[in-house]
């Protein structure tokens, strides 16, 4: 049976004014009068909406809920966070506020739990961050400096007329790869010293390269063989 005045819709607005009415009765800051009862609108829909001003030049801002005629002000920064000249920064982590606001890491430096330091595989040397395996000045420790016609290569100075490959001066351009010393290209990889390149592939030196029939290209024991028109091993 439905009571006049009485619905689902307004019996939720009257429920909430009931309990926020009730909290707000029982605490109070000094100096700070609360209503005992808030009012009622039937038609405002029945829930309690917030809307909060931009935050401020101390990460503050002021609220106002719907279902309480006064406005509060809350913090705009998390728990893990600072306010830095008006905005929110994690000073773990933050280059531009390392450790507390304004401290600011130096170029190629990154801010890990509240210190500022370098990446990983870099190495301060003054206020730089260097690699110590391919900088000229810093090759292989801090003010070791190439000569001129030398670089440095797995922190090694090295003849510039040599290549780098895989931290070890020398070795074989192979166009967009490099075969170490002592090594050959082929195909999209390297043969070892004693290994020859058969169509992409490596055969030990001793073998036949052979293009068989039933099973392409294989690196024979013996020889390759011809005969009836199949091509094969043996």
Not at 98 to 116: I, Q
Not at 139 to 166: F, K, L, W, Y
């Amino acid at each position: 049976m439905n009571m006049p005045g009485f619905t689902a819709h307004n019996s939720l607005c009257r429920s909430n004014q009931h309990y926020i009415s009730g909290f707000f009765s029982s605490w109070r800051t000094l100096g700070t009068v609360v209503p005992t009862t808030l009012p009622y609108d039937p038609n405002d829909g029945g829930d309690c909406h917030v809307t909060c001003d931009e935050c401020s030049h101390n990460c503050m801002r002021t609220c106002q809920n719907t279902c309480y005629p006064g406005t509060y002000t809350e913090r705009c920064c998390g728990s893990t966070e600072t306010c830095c000249s008006g905005k929110c920064v994690n000073t773990k982590s933050n280059s531009a506020n390392c450790g507390a606001c304004g401290n600011v890491c130096s170029t190629g430096m990154t801010c890990s739990n509240g210190v500022c330091g370098c990446s990983p595989g870099k190495t301060l040397c003054g206020n730089d961050c260097v690699d110590l395996s391919s900088d000229r000045h810093h090759c292989g420790a801090c003010g070791t400096t190439c000569p001129t016609n030398q670089m440095c290569c797995g922190g090694t100075c090295c003849p510039t007329d040599q290549i780098c490959c895989g931290g070890t001066c020398g070795g074989t351009d192979c166009g967009g790869f490099c075969c170490p010393e002592g090594q050959s290209c082929c195909g999209k990889g390297c043969c070892s010293k004693g290994q020859f390149c058969c169509a992409g592939g490596c055969c030990e030196k001793g073998t036949t390269c052979c293009n068989t029939t039933f099973f392409g290209w294989q690196c024979c024991p013996n020889k390759c063989n011809h005969a009836l028109g199949v091509t094969y091993c043996t």
